[in-house]
């Protein structure tokens, strides 16, 4: 299969937060897949394609910093009721403020390595979804804004032909990292052994949900 | 890998007998009433405590029958009781001068529900006590007040002629483990292990201050795709348990636990080393005990010059972990997270204090921890920022760059009381070497040709001259110019030198000191009108050591007639 792309990104701050610390958020020490797959998304995706994250390049040393946010302690959920309009649909910060504090990752890049599959019969032009995503990711287009882990941590994208050699040169056993969400079974989060070989983690290592 | 750690640490302890086993945790007892096999009161409540400060307990410790529920009894308080043990308005049905009925019907559900018609003689003193006792009579025990106060903990039961707690007795322990294993659990798949176990919905809690939980999903907008509870971070039954347990005794821990700042930060090795037990003292050396100081005095001497003690050489690529928590609105937060093998520790530890060094007298203290470090940058404790203590610990542990708040603190201290000490030239130097890469030596350089180095020198030869002169006097040029000095020596050093020279001529050596500032002064061109950070930092580094070369110079010249 020749669907493979590469794009490399970069950012000041990440936050890929784990499941059991994600209150008072802790991140992974590096990138999930499925972050990797929304920044992707953001950039190029039609509903007939899915894509798939084979690997990812860590680029820059693992690096924490503490900080501390203001946040909502709930969420603006719409129902019946709101949408007839009886009653406005909004949160106020200052009824409901929660300070959270965050361990996040500093000045990361990482290479994306992936490729996409067909979700169905239609538009199985393989080509034209291709070049396309190559054009939006050299011109720096996006759908909407990608994000590491976090809609504050913005992401730096370009399109990549070459991945240089990460700095890392040892293996790290990062234990069982989130890998994607099963959205076809009830949204059961699956999890997958994140091995990092010589800054490389494959993404297609034995996943379980 | 925070919780694989823990749970390796927990089977470690388990072997050892240190932490209990499923269904059981260990927690602080404050009362014991003894009651008959009728289940009558005997004598008076017995307080367990040792008063060891104001406001300040120790406490018994038993193994206590536990599950996660009470332990997070937020919601339902009165009707999720513990089994055996509980506070005064489970056990009394009282608490103060309020009757707690519902409280002491759960209770006493509780015990019918996990012993059903057991024929214990323990069990059945304490069903029998529970049916006949008066809530209103709990008002007239001696130590009443004591047992409802805030210090009160838990009330434990003992059978009159035993010496364990009832809910010590091997008969109750069976029935309570049997009723913890009956309890049912979801499916699910652990994010430990990726395997399918019984998932715990409630992660435990532990007493930090009050109750607090690490893993925690309190409000909606902390929850994920749907998930309630526990749901969202999938963790075995066996795995929660191990990981919290283990904690829990960290927590414990005398000496596995340091308490800098807002910050709980404990630590512990994959396999048992000495390096465990030394490594808080390190950190945070207690004036208390001189026998363990001076344990950790020779190991960190070892270290400094390089080498490994004997008894840790060959744990050198054993993993040691740290973990940084603080308190952030009842959810415990993880401040840092530092995994290294021995080795690099002790790297890290002898770059640390290498930075450090600086010449000192006998009674400063060679290994400052970081709570001394700390102390410099602040008038009072309470001032000190609590976000400080992590970021130094931090940096020490990971050898990044020390946060520059440490450095503008001891320079702020230093303009508002003009006292510079051994400690706060250390914190100087230390920043300046890491974080500037600036070379600065432990002792008066002559040979250095630096502006702020030589105007630091000068400046301490010009007090010199003062006090040579005029004797003791109650200010010094030090108390009136030390910080214009160093921020603005243009506009101070003039005026000072002019002043010198009418004490070189009312001063016994008048010529010495006239010498001494002719060799500085040789090397000084002009005056800078001003002097940044950095300059000012190594400004007083440089007066604190030419002070102490001054002071040995004529200590040892005058032998004998000084004292």
């Known amino acids: 299969?020749?669907?493979?792309?590469?794009?490399?990104?970069?950012?000041?701050?990440?936050?890929?937060?784990?499941?059991?610390?994600?209150?008072?958020?802790?991140?992974?020490?590096?990138?999930?897949?499925?972050?990797?797959?929304?920044?992707?998304?953001?950039?190029?995706?039609?509903?007939?394609?899915?894509?798939?994250?084979d690997r990812i390049h860590v680029m820059n040393?693992?690096?924490?910093?503490?900080?501390?946010?203001?946040?909502?302690?709930?969420?603006?959920?719409?129902?019946?009721?709101?949408?007839?309009?009886?009653?406005?649909?909004c949160?106020?910060?200052?009824?409901?403020?929660?300070?959270?504090?965050?361990?996040?990752?500093?000045?990361?890049?990482?290479i994306i390595e992936a490729h996409f599959e067909f979700t169905s019969d239609d538009d199985r032009n393989e080509g034209k979804h291709l070049d396309m995503f190559k054009r939006r990711a050299q011109k720096g287009q996006c759908f909407h804004r990608p994000y590491f882990g976090c809609r504050e941590f913005p992401v730096s994208f370009e399109w990549c032909d070459e991945v240089p050699q990460s700095p890392f040169e040892d293996e790290r056993d990062f234990g069982f990292m989130l890998h994607d969400i099963d959205f076809e079974n009830d949204r059961t989060p699956r999890f997958f052994r994140a091995i990092m070989k010589n800054g490389i983690i494959d993404c297609a290592q034995e996943v379980v949900s | 890998m925070i919780f694989q750690s823990?749970?390796?640490?927990?089977?470690?302890?388990?072997?050892?007998?240190?932490?209990?086993?499923?269904?059981?945790?260990?927690?602080?007892?404050?009362?014991?009433?003894?009651?008959?096999?009728?289940?009558?009161?005997?004598?008076?409540?017995?307080?367990?405590?040792?008063?060891?400060?104001?406001?300040?307990y120790e406490f018994r410790t038993s193994k206590v029958p536990y599950t996660n529920q009470v332990n997070v009894r937020a919601n339902a308080a009165a009707t999720t009781p513990n089994?055996?043990?509980?506070?005064?308005?489970?056990?009394?049905?009282?608490s103060a001068s309020a009757k707690k009925d519902v409280h002491h019907k759960s209770f006493t559900e509780l015990i019918n529900e996990v012993c059903g018609d057991s024929t214990d003689e323990g069990?059945?003193?304490?069903?029998?006590?529970?049916?006949?006792?008066?809530?209103?009579?709990?008002?007239?025990?001696?130590?009443?007040?004591?047992?409802?106060?805030?210090?009160?903990?838990?009330?434990?039961?003992?059978?009159?002629?035993?010496?364990?707690?009832?809910?010590?007795?091997?008969?109750?322990?069976?029935?309570?483990?049997?009723?913890?294993?009956?309890?049912?659990?979801?499916?699910?798949?652990?994010?430990?292990?990726?395997?399918?176990?019984?998932?715990?919905?409630?992660?435990?809690?532990?007493?930090?201050?009050?109750?607090?939980?690490?893993?925690?999903?309190?409000e909606v907008a902390y929850e994920s795709y749907g998930k309630k509870k526990g749901e969202n971070a999938p963790i075995s039954v066996e795995a929660e348990f191990k990981s919290s347990a283990a904690l829990k005794y960290l927590f414990r821990s005398k000496t596995q636990r340091l308490r800098i700042g807002d910050a709980t930060t404990v630590f512990w090795a994959e396999r048992a080393t000495p390096v465990e037990g030394m490594f808080g003292q390190v950190l945070n050396p207690s004036m208390q005990d001189e026998a363990a100081a001076e344990d950790v005095q020779k190991f960190l001497e070892t270290v400094r010059k390089g080498g490994m003690p004997t008894d840790i050489a060959a744990d050198g690529e054993i993993k040691f972990y740290i973990l940084g928590l603080s308190l952030n609105k009842a959810r415990l937060a993880l401040r840092f997270w530092y995994v290294c093998s021995v080795d690099e520790l002790m790297v890290r530890l002898r770059d640390h204090f290498q930075c450090l060094e600086m010449e000192r007298s006998d009674k400063d203290i060679p290994y400052p921890g970081i709570w001394h470090l700390l102390k410099e940058t602040a008038r009072e404790t309470k001032d000190i920022s609590p976000v400080l203590g992590g970021a130094l610990a931090r940096s020490i542990l990971t050898g990044a760059h020390y946060p520059q708040n440490l450095y503008q603190g001891v320079l702020g201290r230093i303009r508002a009381d003009q006292r510079i000490n051994y400690l706060r030239a250390s914190i100087l130097k230390a920043v300046l070497t890491r974080n500037y890469n600036k070379e600065v030596p432990m002792s008066w350089d002559p040979d250095r040709k630096e502006i702020a180095y030589l105007l630091g020198g000068?400046?301490?030869?010009?007090?010199?001259?003062?006090?040579?002169?005029?004797?003791?006097?109650?200010?010094?040029?030090?108390?009136?110019?030390?910080?214009?000095?160093?921020a603005t020596p243009s506009s101070v050093f003039p005026r000072l030198l002019r002043l010198s020279q009418h004490h070189i001529g009312k001063a016994e050596y008048g010529t010495v000191s006239d010498r001494r500032i002719a060799e500085i002064m040789e090397h000084v061109d002009s005056f800078p009108a001003h002097m940044g950070l950095q300059d000012q930092g190594l400004f007083a580094i440089a007066y604190y050591?030419?002070?102490?070369?001054?002071y040995r110079k004529k200590e040892s010249k005058t032998e004998g007639e000084v004292a």
């Open chain 1, 1 to 53: 299969m020749s669907y493979g792309i590469k794009l490399r990104v970069w950012g000041d701050y990440a936050l890929f937060s784990r499941p059991e610390l994600k209150v008072e958020r802790v991140s992974y020490d590096v990138m999930t897949p499925s972050a990797a797959r929304g920044i992707l998304e953001a950039i190029y995706w039609k509903p007939a394609i899915r894509w798939v994250i």
């Open chain 1, 61 to 89: 040393p693992i690096r924490f910093e503490n900080i501390r946010r203001n946040e909502m302690a709930n969420r603006v959920s719409v129902n019946k009721k709101d949408m007839e309009g009886d009653r406005p649909v």
């Open chain 1, 91 to 110: 949160r106020y910060i200052e009824d409901d403020r929660q300070q959270r504090a965050s361990l996040v990752l500093r000045n990361v890049e990482y």
């Open chain 2, 6 to 56: 823990l749970i390796t640490l927990y089977d470690r302890l388990a072997v050892e007998n240190k932490v209990p086993p499923y269904g059981f945790s260990i927690e602080d007892i404050g009362f014991v009433i003894t009651i008959d096999r009728q289940g009558n009161l005997i004598g008076q409540p017995e307080d367990l405590r040792t008063k060891t400060g104001p406001q300040k």
């Open chain 2, 83 to 94: 089994f055996m043990v509980d506070k005064a308005d489970y056990i009394f049905g009282m």
């Open chain 2, 123 to 218: 069990v059945v003193a304490v069903k029998a006590f529970l049916q006949t006792w008066n809530p209103r009579d709990s008002v007239g025990l001696s130590v009443w007040k004591d047992m409802c106060g805030l210090h009160g903990k838990w009330i434990a039961f003992r059978l009159a002629g035993d010496s364990c707690f009832v809910h010590e007795r091997p008969a109750v322990q069976t029935l309570w483990s049997g009723f913890v294993q009956k309890k049912e659990f979801s499916q699910g798949v652990s994010f430990l292990d990726g395997e399918t176990h019984d998932i715990q919905p409630q992660y435990a809690q532990f007493k930090f201050g009050s109750g607090a939980s690490l893993v925690s999903f309190n």
């Open chain 2, 458 to 486: 000068l400046f301490a030869v010009l007090e010199k001259v003062q006090l040579d002169a005029l004797g003791k006097v109650n200010t010094t040029i030090k108390d009136r110019f030390f910080s214009a000095a160093s």
């Open chain 2, 545 to 550: 050591q030419k002070k102490n070369d001054l």
